[in-house]
T-cell receptor
Framework: AQSVTQLDSQVPVFEEAPVELRCNYSSSVSVYLFWYVQYPNQGLQLLLKYLSGSTLVKGINGFEAEFNKSQTSFHLRKPSVHISDTAEYFC???????????FGTGTRLQVTL | DTGVSQDPRHKITKRGQNVTFRCDPISEHNRLYWYRQTLGQGPEFLTYFQNEAQLEKSRLLSDRFSAERPKGSFSTLEIQRTEQGDSAMYLCASSLESSGRVSKNIQYFGAGTRLSVL
């Protein structure tokens, strides 16, 4: 069975500072990995995805993530955050034969001045 | 492309009442998913359809829950005899599934329906 662990429930950071949100997954087969962002009272917006190819993937709003198969990780990074990045971030995994996404419990990114 | 739309956005009901939510997927998307998200948690899979066929149901989907997609377009999720534990955000997603066994489909989510059971 597939599972996702987001190690940090909350990450406070100052504006313009870099940030990394951690995600580890568990699966016995090849996976596809996703990061979604959720603003208050809204649905999920896709930030970026890893399906195959280059392990460094770039997404919207200046975010990027690196797939590390040996460490089973897919950490999300941004070199300089903005107040508007304050939101909940979810890592999700899907195996090739499954249809559903399995989500982590989320990381709340709180950006302050 | 108007995105995935869900209706209503908010629903308040009394325990024991029945509620129904609607989801309109992105047009031409053949797969439609339902997820449930409780406070402080990530979304959890409930069920999905390919066209009008319901292909998988989670153990979370008790017999009080029923989902339909009669014409392969919009879907409804009904909860009968609601309980306070049903209070959650119900999210719908859709994707375009290409032929073949390996699925790389990307799921696009709606804004959700927030259910409060009093």
């Amino acid at each position: 069975a597939q599972s996702v662990t987001q190690l940090d429930s909350q990450v406070p950071v100052f504006e313009e500072a870099p940030v990394e949100l951690r995600c580890n997954y568990s699966s016995s087969v090849s996976v596809y990995l996703f990061w979604y962002v959720q603003y208050p009272n809204q649905g999920l917006q896709l930030l970026l995805k890893y399906l195959s190819g280059s392990t460094l993937v770039k997404g919207i709003n200046g975010f990027e993530a690196e797939f590390n198969k040996s460490q089973t990780s897919f950490h999300l990074r941004k070199p300089s955050v903005h107040i508007s990045d304050t939101a909940e971030y979810f890592c999700a995994v899907k195996t090739g034969t499954a249809s559903k996404l399995t989500f982590g419990t989320g990381t709340r990114l709180q950006v302050t001045l | 492309d108007t995105g995935v739309s869900q209706d209503p956005r908010h629903k308040i009901t009394k325990r024991g009442q029945n509620v129904t939510f609607r989801c309109d997927p992105i047009s031409e998307h053949n797969r439609l998913y339902w997820y449930r998200q409780t406070l402080g948690q990530g979304p959890e899979f409930l069920t999905y359809f390919q066209n009008e066929a319901q292909l998988e149901k989670s153990r979370l989907l008790s017999d009080r829950f029923s989902a339909e997609r009669p014409k392969g377009s919009f879907s409804t999720l009904e909860i009968q005899r609601t309980e306070q534990g049903d209070s959650a955000m119900y999210l719908c997603a859709s994707s375009l599934e290409s032929s073949g066994r390996v699925s790389k489909n990307i799921q696009y989510f709606g804004a959700g329906t927030r259910l409060s059971v009093l």
